[in-house]
Structures are given as C-alpha cells and as structure tokens.
C-alpha cells in the first residue's frame, strides 16, 4: 500500500454533539483543520457556528463528540468508559493554547490596551514584566496602536478595541486562533481596519478558525469555506466551490440572500 | 450670686465623657463595617458563583437578616447569644450584631456587582488562559470594587447610625454618654445637637473617604 504520509491535523472535530436542554445545536460535526490553515464557517444565524467555536476553547460546553488539538484532547477525557471533564487547570492551559476574538471585543475596561496585552503573558506565561511589555508592545505596534498602549477602552473606537482584543490574543502565542463574528459589531467603515490585520496574519501562515459575515473576506482569505445549517456541515469546498458551485440547495438559497 | 454654668462649660466638664462615647461609636462602627465587609465579600461571592448547596446558607443569612431590623438583631445578639452559652459582654453583642447586618447588605452589594458585568469578561478571561480565580482577582473584583463603592459608603454610614441603637443594651457609645450628660446638666437641645453634628462628622469623612477612592480608581 503507498499511502501518502498524512500529517496529524493541528484541530480535530469528531461527532461534535452539543444541545441545550432539549435543544440540540450540533447534531455530529466533524472538521480538521491542519496547521497554516484558514477555514471560514458560514451560514444562517442558528446554524451553531458560533457555538462549534465556543467549543473548540469550551467556553460551551459539549456532550459528545471529541475535539483533539495537537493531539491533546480537549475538555474531557475517557476514563473507564465514562466521560469525565478536565481539571479546570488544564482546561485553562488548552484555551491558553487557542486564541478567541469575540463579536464585543471583551476588552477589560479597567486595563489599559498594553495591560489588557500584558495580563494572560504574566499570570498565564509567567512572563518577566520587561519581556511581557517588550512583546505586548511589538503586538501593538503590528496592529497599529502601539502610540495607544496607555488608553483605556474606553477612549478607544471600536474597531481600535477589536484590534488590541486581536493583539491580547495573539501575544499569548496561540497555536490556534478563534475569531467570532469580529466584525459584526463595529461601524462599516471600521470593518476594513481589523479585516486587514486579520488577512496579515493569515499571510503569516497562522492557523485561524472564523465566523463571519463578511463573505468577500471569506472568500479571499480562506483555504475552505464550511457551510452549515441546523447544526450540521452540509458542505464544504474552497472558496469557489462553495461559493460560485454551490452543489446543496441550501447554500445556494443562503448564498442568494447574502451581499457581497 | 449663683450664676448656672455656661453650655461651654458643661461640655468641659463633660468632655472625657463624650470623648469616650465617641471614639465607643467609632470603634464599634469600624469593626463592624470592616468584618461586615470581609463576611459580606465572601457571602456575595458564594452567592453569584457557588453551586446550590453553597449559597442556600448564605441565602438564608442574607434573606434573614436582611428581613429583620437592626433594633431586633442587636437585642437578639444581646439576650440570645449568652443563652446559647457565648458569654459576651453588651459591646460584643452589639459589635456583633451590626456585623452581621452589615455583612448582609454588602452581600447583596457584590451579588449586585458581579452580576452586573457582563459575561463576556469572564470569557475574555478563561480565552486568554485565566484560572476562574484568576479571572475573579484581576477581571472581575475590580470591576466591581468600582460598582460596589457608592453604595458601599451609603451602607457604612447606615452602619454608623445603627450604631446609636446600641444605647438600648448600655453600651455607652455616643449617644447614651450624651443622654448621661443630659440628665445631669438638662440641656437637651445643646448636647443632643452637638452628639449629631460628631454623627454627622463621622458619617461626612466616611464619605469624603469614599470619593477620595472613586476618584482614584475612575477609569477615563
């Protein structure tokens, strides 16, 4: 047999299930994502992207299905046969080692840009101050706000927040990074600043994970574009697959309704 | 002839009286503001986080002393405690008791504060790799130390006034020295205005305090 060496993917979604109460929102999701990859869910609102995301760091909870990141499993592991969740210090080290951007920033108010930076480099990493503010700096500097570092949120725009919230992420060194919807909230011409330095650090060969209803920005940066709908994949394909053939009557019904 | 004493001279002769009843008023209200603070920081705590079986007691002290007045608590702490067998003396009892009311109202405080952040910050926190105490000591209680400030004030000084109730059970704080005073030198309006302006000036460097810190922790 001459299989092709395949490497281990970096994230490994196998049977995610996921409900509320009676409620179920992911009915078996799987998706791989090796390293350098970008991968864009879409779909309707509802259709459990953002909720495949939250799992991915467990900021949700799942009740079934396995997620594996760098080969460790994240969440949960089997023991005898029952499932049992992680001590919450390792949970703490597996999300340190995907970073999230979020729809509202979540932007610590009381921190100025640079201590919001500095905080997960101190009390996670362990960083020496000096090395802490010299990389939170540089992070800064990369998304253009370095003559911001001593402002508070509060006297920052949006999309300004957004990009220090990118910043806070990134300086943790992630090996994964998770963006949900990060341009949802802002005022459309602020879009253009963040999406620039989101696409930047797709050019750098970072491994990202989105959500988004920015479908021309979809479409240029990503490797694979997942569709789903009611909470499963119903396709998946590179950008011009999905988004000039699409096979399924459901994308293409979601694609009709979308501007680009 | 005999000329009656003069309302300065009264107060002369009544200063180390009062001066005592004073600095009584204010130990009292210090240590019951600063353990009500602790007991109520821990309560409010177990009540926004703790699972079910951890907050139905704090629930419970809360809801009960809340529902009760101070009158009624620091006579309970008074009579109650020494026949449940703790030997205390009417300071303790009252100390005690303004504690426990204390605790309750700041409780609700935090309670009210933490629930009052949104829950993003939270997340914010664990994405990044925080420990859920982690979060809780560098996200979450200082934003809600800056919630909690106003009203924390308002409640201490609440803590002050109560402290007078404690004049019932013969603690000889301020207000029962005044009474003392009075009923031998009979000027009544003189000393009773003069115990509430010292109430006042306690309660007025409470609040200065308390904006001396909102202006120092005020985010921009």
Same mark, same amino acid.
């Given at each position: 047999?001459?299989?092709?060496?395949? /490497?281990?993917?970096?994230?490994?979604?196998?049977?995610?299930?996921?409900?509320?109460?009676?409620?179920?929102?992911?009915?078996?999701?799987?998706?791989?994502?090796?390293?350098?990859?970008?991968?864009?869910? #879409?779909?309707?609102?509802?259709?459990?992207?953002?909720?495949? +995301?939250?799992?991915?760091?467990?900021?949700?909870?799942?009740?079934?299905?396995?997620?594996?990141?760098?080969?460790?499993?994240?969440?949960? *592991?089997?023991?005898?046969?029952?499932?049992? @969740?992680?001590?919450?210090?390792?949970?703490? @080290?597996?999300?340190?080692?995907?970073?999230?951007?979020?729809?509202?920033?979540?932007?610590?108010?009381?921190?100025?840009?640079?201590?919001?930076?500095?905080?997960?480099?101190?009390?996670?990493?362990?960083?020496?101050?000096?090395?802490?503010?010299?990389?939170?700096?540089?992070?800064?500097?990369?998304?253009?706000?370095?003559?911001?570092?001593?402002?508070?949120?509060?006297?920052?725009?949006?999309?300004?927040?957004?990009?220090?919230?990118?910043?806070?992420?990134?300086?943790?060194?992630?090996?994964?990074? +998770?963006?949900?919807?990060? /341009? *949802?909230?802002?005022?459309?011409?602020?879009?253009?600043?963040?999406?620039?330095?989101?696409?930047?650090?797709?050019?750098?060969?970072?491994?990202?994970?989105?959500? /988004?209803?920015?479908?021309?920005?979809?479409?240029?940066?990503?490797?694979? #574009?997942?569709?789903?709908?009611?909470?499963?994949?119903?396709?998946?394909?590179?950008?011009?697959?999905?988004?000039?053939?699409?096979? *399924?009557?459901?994308?293409?019904?979601?694609?009709?309704?979308? @501007?680009? | 002839?005999?000329?009656?004493?003069?309302?300065?001279?009264?107060?002369?002769?009544?200063?180390?009286?009062?001066?005592?009843?004073? &600095?009584?008023?204010?130990?009292?209200?210090?240590?019951?503001?600063?353990?009500?603070?602790?007991?109520?920081?821990?309560?409010?705590?177990?009540?926004?986080?703790?699972?079910?079986?951890?907050?139905?007691?704090?629930?419970?002290?809360?809801?009960?002393?809340?529902?009760?007045?101070?009158? !009624?608590? $620091?006579?309970?702490?008074?009579?109650?405690?020494?026949?449940?067998?703790? &030997?205390?003396?009417?300071?303790?009892?009252?100390? $005690?008791?303004?504690?426990?009311?204390?605790?309750?109202?700041?409780?609700?405080?935090?309670?009210?504060?933490? &629930?009052?952040?949104?829950?993003?910050?939270?997340?914010?926190?664990?994405?990044?790799?925080?420990?859920?105490?982690?979060? =809780?000591?560098?996200?979450?209680?200082?934003?809600?130390?800056? &919630?909690?400030?106003?009203?924390?004030?308002?409640?201490?000084?609440?803590? !002050?006034?109560?402290?007078?109730?404690?004049? !019932?059970?013969? !603690?000889?704080?301020?207000?029962?020295?005044?009474?003392?005073?009075?009923?031998?030198?009979?000027?009544? =309006?003189?000393?009773?205005?003069?115990?509430?302006?010292?109430?006042?000036?306690?309660?007025?460097?409470?609040?200065?305090?308390?904006?001396?810190?909102?202006?120092? $922790?005020? =985010?921009?």
């Amino acid at each position: 047999m001459n299989q092709p060496q395949t /490497t281990q993917p970096l994230l490994d979604i196998r049977g995610l299930h996921k409900h509320y109460g009676a409620l179920e929102v992911l009915k078996g999701v799987d998706l791989s994502l090796q390293r350098g990859n970008v991968v864009t869910l #879409i779909g309707s609102s509802g259709s459990g992207k953002t909720t495949l +995301l939250r799992c991915v760091n467990l900021l949700e909870e799942f009740q079934g299905g396995q997620i594996t990141l760098e080969g460790e499993s994240i969440g949960y *592991s089997e023991a005898s046969g029952k499932r049992v @969740r992680h001590p919450e210090r390792m949970i703490a @080290r597996h999300r340190a080692m995907t970073g999230m951007a979020f729809q509202q920033f979540n932007l610590f108010p009381h921190l100025t840009a640079l201590q919001n930076v500095t905080l997960g480099l101190l009390k996670v990493k362990k960083m020496p101050r000096d090395e802490a503010v010299a990389l939170a700096e540089k992070w800064l500097d990369r998304v253009g706000l370095l003559e911001r570092r001593n402002h508070f949120p509060g006297q920052l725009s949006g999309g300004q927040q957004q990009r220090v919230a990118i910043a806070r992420a990134i300086a943790m060194n992630p090996s994964l990074m +998770l963006f949900d919807e990060v /341009t *949802s909230a802002l005022d459309p011409e602020l879009v253009g600043e963040v999406l620039s330095v989101i696409k930047g650090l797709a050019e750098e060969g970072m491994t990202m994970l989105l959500v /988004t209803h920015e479908m021309r920005f979809a479409y240029e940066v990503s490797d694979k #574009i997942v569709f789903m709908n009611q909470g499963r994949i119903e396709e998946q394909g590179s950008a011009k697959d999905v988004f000039e053939r699409p096979q *399924s009557p459901r994308l293409a019904e979601f694609l009709k309704n979308i @501007r680009f | 002839m005999y000329q009656s004493p003069s309302w300065l001279q009264e107060l002369w002769i009544a200063r180390d009286t009062l001066w005592a009843g004073f &600095q009584a008023s204010v130990y009292v209200s210090a240590l019951a503001i600063l353990f009500g603070t602790l007991i109520g920081i821990v309560a409010g705590l177990i009540l926004t986080y703790g699972r079910f079986w951890m907050r139905a007691p704090f629930r419970l002290y809360v809801d009960l002393i809340r529902g009760t007045p101070v009158f !009624v608590l $620091v006579l309970a702490c008074f009579y109650m405690l020494p026949a449940l067998g703790w &030997q205390i003396s009417a300071f303790q009892a009252g100390a $005690v008791g303004l504690t426990l009311f204390c605790g309750s109202h700041v409780a609700e405080i935090v309670r009210g504060a933490l &629930q009052a952040i949104p829950r993003g910050q939270l997340e914010a926190g664990r994405a990044i790799g925080l420990t859920f105490y982690q979060s =809780l000591g560098y996200v979450l209680l200082p934003q809600a130390l800056r &919630q909690i400030l106003p009203t924390w004030v308002n409640s201490s000084t609440e803590i !002050v006034k109560a402290s007078t109730l404690l004049s !019932v059970i013969g !603690v000889a704080e301020l207000l029962l020295s005044t009474q003392q005073v009075i009923a031998r030198t009979f000027m009544t =309006l003189e000393f009773y205005l003069f115990a509430g302006f010292l109430f006042f000036v306690i309660n007025y460097a409470i609040e200065l305090f308390g904006r001396y810190i909102e202006k120092r $922790v005020a =985010l921009p």
